[in-house]
């Protein structure tokens, strides 16, 4: 059995249709798959008409704050119609369109001939967010737009957004019947690692397991962060994070084992 517990569709800020998602998981060998797209569900319910071959994990990726820090949380086995998750996922998304907006406003402040038209154009009916901006940046020649100069966090063209604690967001996740996996803490990409004691207290609000094995995080991390998990209880998870074109990242190039599947099942069931 080969699992992939976090994969994007077009739904948030990935390339492919989740109606397409079940057969490429099944080419690349996968047995079982998540899609966890950005505060949404609505690529759920076509994903899930699609997954002949492959058995579909509900999920959503929560963007949520972790003291000064942007974090995201995997739901995974989580119930899309559970009214209190849907409503804050639904706030998040509004206000991150606001957002994208108002940064290409600020863009264009700054030079950047880049347009709304564009921008909405790059999210092809997905809800708008900083990668769509990101993007625009990147096609009038501004490769590196997530920095101090562009739209990074604290970047000339930021623009602070509703956020959502990460124990609230744990808590949302258990209340709605599933099981909260915090993803990718330790990438080379994140302005500051989550630390082994902000762990630690996800871990006593209830958070079920952390994601270690990630293409952005290298072998000494992923090491450090089983041995974390170890100490606190946590699952260890693995996961490609597929977003199609948008990352040089095949889908199953970092996996989960069948028995952390197994015991993230009965977390989200208890």
Same mark, same amino acid.
């Given at each position: 059995?080969?699992?992939?517990?976090?994969?994007?569709?077009?739904?948030?800020?990935?390339?492919?249709?989740?109606?397409?998602?079940?057969?490429?998981?099944?080419?690349?060998?996968?047995?079982?798959?998540?899609?966890?797209?950005?505060?949404?569900?609505?690529?759920?319910?076509?994903?899930?008409?699609?997954?002949?071959?492959?058995?579909?994990?509900?999920?959503?990726?929560?963007?949520?704050?972790?003291?000064?820090?942007?974090?995201?949380?995997?739901?995974?086995?989580?119930?899309?119609?559970?009214?209190?998750?849907?409503?804050?996922?639904?706030?998040?998304?509004?206000?991150?369109?606001?957002?994208?907006?108002?940064?290409?406003?600020?863009?264009?402040? $700054?030079?950047?001939?880049?347009?709304? !038209?564009? *921008? %909405? /154009?790059?999210? &092809?009916? +997905?809800? =708008?967010?900083? @990668?769509?901006?990101?993007?625009?940046?990147?096609?009038?020649?501004?490769?590196?737009?997530?920095?101090?100069?562009?739209?990074?966090?604290?970047?000339?063209?930021?623009?602070?957004?509703?956020? $959502?604690?990460?124990?609230?967001?744990? !808590?949302? *996740? %258990? /209340?709605?019947? &599933?099981? +909260?996996? =915090?993803?990718? @803490?330790?990438?080379?990409k994140r302005r500051a690692e989550v630390t082994d004691a902000q762990l630690a207290g996800l871990a006593s609000a209830g958070l079920a397991g952390v994601e270690a094995d990630h293409p952005e995080q290298p072998p000494e991390v992923r090491e450090r962060l089983r041995a974390v998990a170890a100490e606190l209880g946590l699952l260890v998870t693995g996961a490609s994070d597929f977003h199609g074109d948008r990352k040089p990242v095949r889908l199953g190039e970092c996996t989960t084992s069948p028995?952390?599947?197994?015991?993230?099942?009965?977390?989200?069931?208890?």
């Amino acid at each position: 059995m080969t699992i992939d517990l976090h994969a994007h569709s077009t739904a948030s800020d990935g390339t492919t249709p989740p109606a397409h998602l079940p057969r490429l998981a099944a080419e690349a060998g996968l047995s079982v798959f998540a899609l966890t797209d950005h505060d949404t569900f609505a690529g759920l319910a076509e994903a899930s008409r699609a997954a002949a071959d492959v058995e579909l994990v509900p999920g959503v990726e929560i963007s949520c704050r972790l003291d000064d820090a942007e974090v995201h949380l995997l739901g995974l086995f989580v119930d899309p119609g559970h009214a209190p998750l849907a409503a804050e996922l639904e706030l998040i998304r509004t206000d991150r369109a606001r957002r994208a907006e108002r940064m290409v406003e600020r863009c264009r402040e $700054l030079g950047a001939p880049i347009t709304q !038209a564009q *921008v %909405r /154009a790059i999210a &092809g009916g +997905a809800p =708008l967010g900083r @990668p769509h901006v990101a993007a625009a940046l990147a096609a009038v020649g501004i490769a590196d737009a997530f920095t101090a100069d562009w739209i990074a966090d604290g970047g000339r063209a930021d623009v602070p957004k509703h956020v $959502l604690a990460t124990a609230d967001a744990v !808590a949302l *996740v %258990r /209340a709605a019947g &599933g099981a +909260a996996v =915090l993803a990718h @803490p330790r990438s080379v990409k994140r302005r500051a690692e989550v630390t082994d004691a902000q762990l630690a207290g996800l871990a006593s609000a209830g958070l079920a397991g952390v994601e270690a094995d990630h293409p952005e995080q290298p072998p000494e991390v992923r090491e450090r962060l089983r041995a974390v998990a170890a100490e606190l209880g946590l699952l260890v998870t693995g996961a490609s994070d597929f977003h199609g074109d948008r990352k040089p990242v095949r889908l199953g190039e970092c996996t989960t084992s069948p028995d952390v599947l197994a015991g993230l099942r009965e977390a989200a069931r208890g």
